[in-house]
């Protein structure tokens, strides 16, 4: 039983027994304390109740200045107020101020994008989900109703006039924009907002609201407006949609016809043209024929006039050469009598007058000169046919 109980005893003592690290920081604490005591003792006199509330003050004194240091970021402002009015207005960086209560500091962000909607509410991120018909709403000049969801972004452009001149900022904006949106439909037509006016309704509302907000000095600058949706009431907006197919096919057929004339006009002018060259150039072609053969006609007359009979004989074989040339045709010769001709009618030209006239005068004067000299030798010139050639 003895030596049972001496390896218990044993078995407790070696689990109470405190680890190296704990034993070690008891050892470091009680040198401190020791250390404390002695500086204390030493230096008690310091240590008066007055010299203490000094220290405090001190110190307090230190932490009240230290408190007005602050630093503006990028893109902030930072507004200084005195007892509650205005003082200063500090840019980015590091700055200091009389700590409060006297001065206090405004930090306002001038970068930052903030939007206003009008006539309808977003949800959970989605545009244009909830219709606010009060807002919505409006009176066109040709008196009809139309719903409009207008989206205005803005940031802040004077953080002074921002924080001081306007109570709510935000509601004398929509207030501006929602009774600048109601005039500006008011002067326009109903189809002139769902067709091409949409872009200048718009940049005139954000004019109109950037006067509004200079009038008042509000410190906001608007960055755009955004027409969301313009739509006539849900009653009537299959009479529209039927109304608008109707203008766009107009405009349709407008632009086909259009194009039509646009092709047909250039190629009728080109067409008259070409004709009036053509008419132009067959003018001076008859002009020139008719000096030419004028001219051939005042030679022909100088050399009838210096011999009648030969220009009359060569008149004559020259008419004949033309009947005959282009024509199959025999000449016959006959013994102790006239020549005869063989000519194919069916391919014999028709004579013009002046070819007949040429012809008899030729034909009369042949049979003077038979008359007249009864001896002369007879020629016979035999052309071949076009077959024979």
């Known amino acids: 039983m003895a030596w049972n109980d001496d390896q218990k005893n044993q078995g407790i003592g070696d689990k109470h027994e405190k680890p190296e690290w704990e034993l070690l920081l008891e050892k470091k604490w009680r040198h401190f304390k020791q250390q404390t005591r002695a500086f204390f003792r030493k230096n008690s006199s310091e240590f008066e109740p007055k010299k203490l509330i000094g220290y405090s003050l001190i110190t307090l004194s230190i932490l009240w200045m230290l408190s007005g240091i602050y630093i503006v970021d990028q893109g ?36 930052n994008q903030r939007f206003i909607e009008i006539g309808y509410r977003s949800d959970m991120g989605r545009r244009n989900s909830g219709t606010v018909l009060p807002e ?18 803005y940031q802040i452009k004077n953080a002074r006039n921002f924080l001081f001149n306007v109570k709510d900022n935000t509601a004398t904006l929509k207030q501006i924009t929602e009774s600048v949106t109601r005039a500006v439909i008011g002067k326009n037509t109903m189809d002139f907002i769902l067709t091409e006016g949409r872009s200048q309704i718009v940049s005139e509302i954000k004019e109109e609201i950037q006067s509004g907000l200079d009038l008042f000095s509000t410190g906001l600058q608007v960055s755009s407006v955004n027409l969301q949706d313009a739509q006539p ?66 030679q022909l007359l100088v050399e009838y006039q210096k011999s009648p009979g ?30 005869m001709f063989y000519m194919p ?45």
Do not use: C
């Open 136 to 153: 919505s709403s409006m009176l066109t000049k040709d008196e009809n109703i139309i719903n409009l969801r207008l989206a205005v972004q």
């Open 233 to 298: 009431p849900e009653q009537v907006q299959s009479a529209f949609e039927d109304a608008i197919k109707a203008r766009e096919d107009k405009q349709r057929l407008i632009n086909e016809a259009q194009a039509y004339a646009n092709e047909i006009i250039p190629k009728a002018r080109g067409t008259a043209a070409r004709m009036l060259q053509e008419a132009e150039a067959y003018e001076a072609q008859q002009i020139s024929r008719a000096k030419g053969e004028s001219k051939r006609f005042e």
């Open 345 to 389: 009618l069916n391919n014999t030209p028709q004579p013009t007058v002046n070819h007949q006239k040429q012809i008899a005068n030729s034909g009369a004067e042949t049979t003077n000169m038979k008359d007249s000299n009864p001896k002369a030798q007879r020629i016979n010139v035999l052309r071949p046919s076009r077959s024979q050639k």
């Open 310 to 339: 030969v220009t009359r004989k060569r008149l004559y074989l020259e008419a004949k050469e033309r009947l005959y040339g282009k024509t199959n045709k025999v000449m016959m010769t006959v013994d102790n009598g006239n020549s």
């Open 76 to 111: 902030n402002r930072g507004i200084v107020t005195r007892f509650g009015a205005y003082h200063a207005t500090t840019q980015p960086g590091p700055h200091w101020h009389l700590p409060a209560p006297i001065e206090n500091v405004t930090i306002v962000n001038i970068e």
